[in-house]
Nanobody, 122 residues
Framework: QVQLVESGGGSVQAGGSLRLSCAASGSSKWMAWFRQAPGKEREGVALIYTGYGSTVYADSVKGRFTISRDNAKNTVYLQMNSLKPEDTAMYTC??????????????????WGQGTQVTVSS
């Protein structure tokens, strides 16, 4: 069983930056960041294949967010730059050893963290 713990959330002004961390108790091939704002569906933000470092991003964050990993620490990061108020959400880390459907489908992921809140003020 893999346990995930997120950190790094907080409140920033528009245009600012945050780096989120997700520390895992074990290794997984695929790790992703999701976010959910009140009244909205959970949205896949970014995916990384921990073996090669290949990444996928939601259109809404391309060019602004970067997902990366430190396999030695079983940790993934989400560097968020040029933050917008629309980025305000609870950000949650997820992990799986096998993608069985499209990457942004929450049903792919066996393990979830508790989430870390990101608030961006205008």
């Amino acid at each position: 069983q893999v346990q995930l713990v997120e950190s790094g959330g907080g409140s920033v002004q528009a245009g600012g930056s945050l780096r989120l961390s997700c520390a895992a108790s074990g290794s997984s091939k695929w790790m992703a960041w999701f976010r959910q704002a009140p009244g909205k569906e959970r949205e896949g933000v970014a995916l990384i294949y921990t073996g090669y470092g290949s990444t996928v991003y939601a259109d809404s964050v391309k060019g602004r967010f970067t997902i990366s990993r430190d396999n030695a620490k079983n940790t993934v990061y989400l560097q968020m730059n040029s933050l917008k108020p629309e980025d305000t959400a609870m950000y949650t880390c997820a992990a799986t050893s096998a993608l069985r459907t499209r990457w942004s489908g929450p049903g792919n992921y066996n393990y979830w963290g508790q989430g870390t809140q990101v608030t961006v003020s205008s």
